[in-house]
């Protein structure tokens, strides 16, 4: 019979922990570049009130 490695099952293993924490870190700097951009737009353009921001969302929403 043919014996799995622990050390080979540990690997793959890290492996994928390895790929999830990638995607959590690109996810991170892709919103962080957003956040940045919208920040950049509220000081060059003015900010939204509460009010308007809640508009726009209401009409995105009903647009799908």
Known sequence: TRVRSSAASDV???QIVDMQDYERTQATIR?????AKGRHSGE???WLTP???RA?????ANEE
């Open 44 to 46: 060059a353009e003015g």
């Open 56 to 60: 726009h969302f209401r009409a995105r």
């Open 12 to 14: 793959y293993k890290r």
């Open 31 to 35: 919103l962080m570049n957003e956040l």
């Open 51 to 53: 009010d308007d921001m």
